[in-house]
């Protein structure tokens, strides 16, 4: 999942991936999204074992289109659980309080440049391609053929100092490195 959303409506009885197999991929991940699954099984038994692997609520299909939509409201309204603090060597961001320091010195980051950190150090480690920072980092509207992403980069990278933690992977993207 590119992106981060608050519900998830998943279908239990996907085409090409069992709805089971998404909902355990979201909870490793660590998502925080509540999910919400359906199916066209009511039996108490596969209730209970989409709740098990993690979904926040279950909904036998069929079902009134008033009840989902409140269902779904309902799961939106609840308090997402305080964003942990990410880190990757001595850099540290705290997205609660949206302060971020590298070997306890307090950086002073612009908007963009904070989300793009907090983007590459929530990824763990893994790459993260220039649209997927648009996507996250930037709203609907950014110019997909504008190089702000690596401008951006590049400012960040000056503030973080030596020695560099945002590694270029050309024709891939950007991770932190251990």
């Known amino acids: 999942m590119v992106n981060d959303y608050d519900v998830v ?17 979201l909870v490793e991940e660590g ?13 108490v038994e596969e209730r209970v074992e989409g709740l098990t692997i993690g979904a926040d609520d279950y909904l036998p299909k069929p079902f009134a289109f008033s009840e989902l939509v409140a269902r779904v409201r309902t799961l939106g309204r609840r308090v997402p659980a305080t964003p942990p603090e ?10 609660g309080r949206r302060r971020a320091t590298r070997g306890g010195r307090e950086l002073n980051l612009a908007p963009k440049e904070f989300a793009v950190l907090e983007v590459l150090l929530g990824a763990g480690g893994r790459t993260v391609s220039a649209e997927e920072l648009l996507e996250r980092a930037w709203d609907e509207f950014a110019d997909p053929f504008t190089n702000t992403v690596r401008v ?6 000056r503030k973080l100092g030596e020695p560099q ?11 932190i490195t251990p």
């Open 165 to 175: 933690v945002i590694e270029t992977l050309p024709g891939a993207g950007y991770r």
């Open 86 to 95: 990410l880190r990757a060597a001595d850099v540290e961001v705290d997205p």
């Open 152 to 157: 951006t980069v590049m400012k960040l990278r």
């Open 31 to 43: 998502r925080t999204a509540r999910i919400l699954m359906l199916t066209a099984s009511g039996a």
């Open 9 to 25: 409506v998943l279908d239990r009885d996907l085409p090409l991936v069992h709805g089971d197999d998404v909902c355990r991929t």
